[in-house]
């Protein structure tokens, strides 16, 4: 796994020791409440298992899995991550940050880290994310790093019994370097 520096941050890969912080910061309600596939509870040895399937995932170039580590005391805030790899084309980012991290620019700074990476390292197209309509932050995420609403998909995901309308956004490699030369 590479590792990607900003002024505040360092994206690298998680390590079985980040288990624990996982499980605390991933085991908060509100991180389940708006993501599609974190569970809650989060219980022990689901972050030691989640972690475990990294090396697999990443050899296989479907994963690209990153701890977002704050730079001055090494502390983990959160996760991003790039999914559904389809090489040389496209793939979707996903990302939560421990509530304590919140409303800082954690995020924004993360996602703008790993959509360069993305496009000038790993040369894709295209990448997309999606949101719950009802998480607008995430939206405000996305549309820092430059990414453009391409419309909404109505009951897309089933949460917890209730189907969620889903916000999709995506930002093309071309539309990227304009604003990154
Ligand atoms: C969504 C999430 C990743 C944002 O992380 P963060 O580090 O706090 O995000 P940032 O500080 O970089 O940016 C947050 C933006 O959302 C805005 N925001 C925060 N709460 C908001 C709200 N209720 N409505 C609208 N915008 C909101 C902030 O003003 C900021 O926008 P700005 O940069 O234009 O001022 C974080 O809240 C989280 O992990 N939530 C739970 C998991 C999750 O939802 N993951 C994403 C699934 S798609």
Redesign the pocket.
Same mark, same amino acid.
């Given at each position: 796994m590479p590792v990607l520096e900003s002024d505040r941050l360092f994206l690298r890969g998680f390590l079985p020791s980040d288990a624990a912080a996982v499980q605390q910061l991933a085991g908060a309600f509100?991180? /389940?409440?708006?993501?599609?596939n974190?569970p809650h509870p989060y219980e022990d040895g689901m972050a030691e298992s989640w972690i475990g399937h990294h090396p697999t995932a990443y050899q296989q170039g479907l994963l690209v899995p990153f701890a977002i580590i704050r730079r001055h005391d090494s502390a983990l805030?959160?996760a991003i991550s790039l999914m559904s790899i389809e090489q040389g084309h496209q793939a979707e980012i996903?990302?939560?940050?421990?509530?304590p991290?919140?409303?800082?620019?954690?995020?924004?700074? /993360?996602?703008q880290l790993i959509v360069r990476f993305a496009f000038s390292s790993l040369n894709l197209a295209r990448l997309y994310?999606?949101?719950?309509s009802r998480?607008?932050?995430?939206?405000?995420?996305l549309?820092?790093a430059g990414f453009l609403h391409e419309g909404t998909s109505r009951d897309h995901v089933e949460k917890w019994g209730i189907l969620e309308d889903s916000e999709n956004y995506g930002l093309l490699r071309g539309q990227w370097e304009a604003h990154n030369p």
């Open positions: 509100e991180i /389940a409440d708006t993501t599609t974190i805030m959160g996903g990302y939560w940050i421990g509530k991290f919140w409303g800082q620019g954690v995020c924004s700074e /993360a996602t994310a999606r949101h719950f998480n607008p932050a995430s939206g405000r995420v549309a820092n």
